[in-house]
């Protein structure tokens, strides 16, 4: 099901809204987001070490994205 609605936001951000380029940013923890980017043909793009910080730990953000023609 979030495949389906990931595909929707896409779909909607590109053909509709005419967007060029479409980002996710993530914490590296979340594996699931992040199979999620890579089943869309998202890439990925950047990893930004101990980026912010929350509940006690710093975490790691990671960048997906894709472009329109893509």
Do not use: P
Not at 31 to 37: F, P
Not at 56 to 69: K, M, P, S
């Amino acid at each position: 099901m979030a495949i389906e609605a990931a595909d929707a936001v896409l779909k909607l951000g590109f053909e509709e809204l005419g967007m060029r380029r479409i980002e996710a940013r993530l914490d590296a923890l979340n594996s699931a987001s992040a199979a999620l980017c890579e089943r869309l043909g998202m890439r990925l793009e950047a990893r930004f070490v101990d980026k912010w910080h929350y509940k006690n730990q710093w975490a790691t953000e990671l960048v997906y994205a894709i472009l329109a023609e893509e």
